[in-house]
T-cell receptor, first 114, second 114 residues
C-alpha cells in the first residue's frame, strides 16, 4: 500500500460526458502527478501540482483539467469524453517538487468510455 | 528534453534464470534514472534509482541496475528470477537541472515461466 488513494476504482460512462477523478496523496506529500496509461500510448504524464500550484504540464488535452485543493487532494476533470479517453488514470505523489524524488503511485482509476 | 527507450516490449524467461531488461535514454542535461515495477492490477512502485555516485545501484527484490553514461543506458538485472517477478517494468528519466517532468519508457513485460 503506497498511501495514495484514488476514487473511484472503475468508471463507465458515455461519450460526451464529464467525469471527475479524485486523488489523496500520501500524508505529508505536497506534489501530485496525474498519468494516463493506455495500451497504445503507454504511461503518459499529464500534469503536476505542488502545494496547490501547477508545476509542470505534459500531454494533457484541453478537455482535461486538474486542480489541487488546500487539503492537498487533487481532482482530474475529463470532459467531452471520447472513446479514446478510455484508459487507466494514475495519481502519484512525492514529498517535494524535485525530479529526483520517488513518486508513490495510487492503484489507479479505470475509465471506460462507451 | 529527455526520452527513454525500452528495447524489449516482452521478455520471457525461465524461473531461476538471469534476466536483463534494457533501457536507453537521451538527454542534453544530467539525469536521474529510475526503474519502477507494476504488478497486475496495481500502481507502479519504485525498484531503484540513480541520482549520482556509484554507477551500480541496488534495489528491492534482488534487482540492480548499472548507469553507463557513455552508452546512455540504465539496464536492469537480476541474477535469478522468481515466478513472482512477473510484472511490467518501467524505466524513467528526469532532468537534474530545470523542469520537473519524469518521462517513462513504454514498459517491458517480464514473464517468468516455471
Amino acid at each position: 500500500d503506497s498511501g495514495v488513494t484514488q476514487t473511484p476504482k472503475h468508471l463507465i460512462t458515455a461519450t460526451g460526458q464529464r467525469v471527475t477523478l479524485r486523488c489523496s496523496p500520501r500524508s505529508g506529500d505536497l506534489s501530485v502527478y496525474w498519468y494516463q496509461q493506455s495500451l497504445d500510448q503507454g504511461l503518459q504524464f499529464l500534469i503536476q501540482y505542488y502545494n496547490g500550484e501547477e508545476r509542470a504540464k505534459g500531454n494533457i488535452l484541453e478537455r482535461f483539467s486538474a486542480q489541487q485543493f488546500p487539503d492537498l487532494h487533487s481532482e482530474l476533470n475529463l470532459s467531452s469524453l471520447e472513446l479514446g479517453d478510455s484508459a487507466l488514470y494514475f495519481c502519484a505523489s512525492s514529498s517535494t517538487s524535485g525530479s529526483s524524488y520517488e513518486q508513490y503511485f495510487g492503484p489507479g482509476t479505470r475509465l471506460t468510455v462507451t | 528534453a529527455q526520452s527513454v527507450t525500452q528495447l524489449d516490449s516482452q521478455v520471457p524467461v525461465f524461473e531461476e534464470a538471469p534476466v536483463e531488461l534494457r533501457c536507453n535514454y537521451s538527454s542534453s542535461v544530467s539525469v536521474y534514472l529510475f526503474w519502477y515495477v507494476q504488478y497486475p492490477n496495481q500502481g507502479l512502485q519504485l525498484l531503484l534509482k540513480y541520482l549520482s555516485g556509484s554507477t551500480l545501484v541496488k534495489g528491492i527484490n534482488g534487482f540492480e541496475a548499472e548507469f553507463n553514461k557513455s552508452q546512455t543506458s540504465f539496464h536492469l538485472r537480476k541474477p535469478s528470477v522468481h515466478i513472482s517477478d512477473t510484472a511490467e517494468y518501467f524505466c524513467a528519466v528526469s532532468g537534474s537541472t530545470g523542469g520537473f517532468k519524469t518521462i517513462f519508457g513504454a514498459g517491458t513485460r517480464l514473464f517468468v515461466k516455471a
